[in-house]
């Protein structure tokens, strides 16, 4: 199949625009929407910081790469990779690996903080003391507080994510399931700045998985290439298999969730303007109650206490 804007040989059938794209054609075709998205997002003055979440894996890797090549001119601009280390020992040491070797080759400087020093417990340690759990509802919490607090610490101005455009409509989905309204109207990407909460921006996202994993593929960008052993544990799966099937019945159905909750979004926001947000008497971080999540499910593994290690944990 020959590309439909060249004559080479097409490399992806972008489904729901019925187009076939070569090489150079898909990585452009990626790259514009990507800056597009960016501009969208935040009007960069020169001089800020951007720390970008970086697991190892496609997306927060391609968001890396992308961010590099777009401030290419702009030597003002610093861009630090940071990898939140859970201490999942079957899992993470492997990404935080990939995002080393890669923030090495950009160019940009890399800093690792684990869940020990932020929460005091691996999710090793948290899904062995309460393995009844859903870990994903431990790692959110922790994950969110590591990496705003790993910001802090660097001086960023933001914080660039990976979330792609599966991702998105994924967590519209399950706001809405939910009836969270709330939650749904402070999705990212942030456009307001609210004291010790640093802003995140998501370039991928109205970028497709696949053509993420494609992009990377294709411009040599390493990754790891895994998922999460905690994972199929995680409701978001349900949601993600939900989504594939509207898609394959109806190509272009992520794109019309993500556009149709950014036309409802300033009347949400309306509704559900920033909270007043207070200092955590624990840790000191932000959150609109006396004590942050992150700090309530600390306490709530340490009451668990530690698991019976007389029996081989599975």
């Not at 898909?26 to 929407?33: A, P, Q, S």
């Not at 201490?87 to 684990?114: M, N, Q, T, W």
């Not at 399950?174 to 969270?180: F, I, L, P, T």
């Amino acid at each position: 199949m020959k590309c439909d804007r060249c004559s080479a040989a097409a490399v992806e059938w972008i489904r729901y625009s019925g187009e076939h794209l070569c090489r150079d054609h898909f990585l452009g075709f990626v790259e514009r929407r990507a800056k597009r998205e960016l501009r969208s997002q935040v009007h960069l003055r020169g001089q800020e910081r951007i720390a970008i979440g970086m697991s190892g894996g496609k997306d927060s890797s391609t968001t890396a790469a992308l961010l590099v090549e777009f401030l290419r001119s702009r030597s003002e601009m610093e861009l630090i990779g940071i990898t939140i280390d859970e201490g999942i020992a079957s899992y993470r040491p492997a990404g935080i690996d990939f995002a080393k070797r890669l923030c090495a080759r950009l160019g940009i400087e890399h800093r690792v903080l684990a869940y020990q020093e932020t929460s005091g417990h691996t999710m090793d340690e948290v899904v062995a003391r309460d393995p009844e759990s859903i870990p994903c509802s431990y790692c959110g919490p922790f994950r969110r507080q590591a990496l705003n607090r790993a910001a802090v610490e660097v001086g960023a101005d933001y914080v660039a994510t990976g979330l792609n455009l599966d991702d998105t409509a994924q967590s519209i989905l399950m706001n809405v399931a939910r009836g969270d309204i709330e939650k749904l109207a402070r999705l990212g990407p942030h456009e307001s700045r609210q004291p010790g909460l640093v802003p995140r921006i998501q370039p991928l996202r109205m970028i497709p998985e696949k053509e993420v994993y494609l992009y990377a593929l294709l411009r040599g960008i390493e990754f790891h290439d895994a998922t999460c052993p905690y994972a199929e544990r995680a409701q978001r799966g349900r949601f993600r298999e939900i989504l594939h099937r509207l898609e394959e019945e109806s190509p272009g159905t992520r794109h019309a969730i993500v556009s149709g909750y950014d036309q409802m979004r300033p009347l949400l926001q309306s509704a559900y303007p920033p909270a007043t947000l207070n200092a955590c008497a624990r840790c000191g971080e932000p959150t609109v109650s006396t004590v942050c999540k992150a700090c309530e499910l600390r306490e709530r593994i340490e009451k668990i206490g530690a698991p019976d290690v007389t029996e081989p944990l599975v």
